[in-house]
């Protein structure tokens, strides 16, 4: 791995709150992402609400699912759905994304 070429990337996520820094002796820019511990479902529930607060709905329902929070999760999908429908122009499209949501929570 070429830790220079991935560094602006994970400066980005983290100025964003998408990932976790952590120092250590190997990397000067203090960049490595945490590895070698599994999440809490705590920690899976806060990430989820922090993707929910962004808007990043498929990422929140990805970090509900691993909480085990399956209405959290339900209700992100849904939402993805929707703002993938708004999204989309309209035409058959946009009808089909809003009657899979629909279909999925009827």
């Known amino acids: 791995e070429n830790i220079k070429a991935r560094a602006p990337m994970f400066k980005l996520w983290g100025v964003r709150g998408l990932v ?57 999908d849904a939402l993805n759905l929707v703002m993938e429908s708004s999204e989309a122009k309209s035409g058959s499209n946009s009808r089909d994304k809003v009657r899979q949501v629909q279909m999925r929570y009827e």
């Not at 952590?22 to 990397?27: A, P, Q, R, T």
């Not at 490595?32 to 929140?60: N, P, V």
């Not at 970090?63 to 209700?75: D, L, P, S, T």
């Open 20 to 76: 976790r820094r952590i120092s250590k002796g190997l990397d000067p820019d203090g960049i490595t992402l945490a590895r070698g511990r599994e999440s809490s479902k705590e920690e899976w529930l806060e990430r989820g609400q922090s993707m929910m607060d962004k808007k990043l709905y498929k990422q929140a329902a990805f970090c509900f699912q691993h909480a085990g929070e399956r209405r959290k999760q339900a209700a992100a």
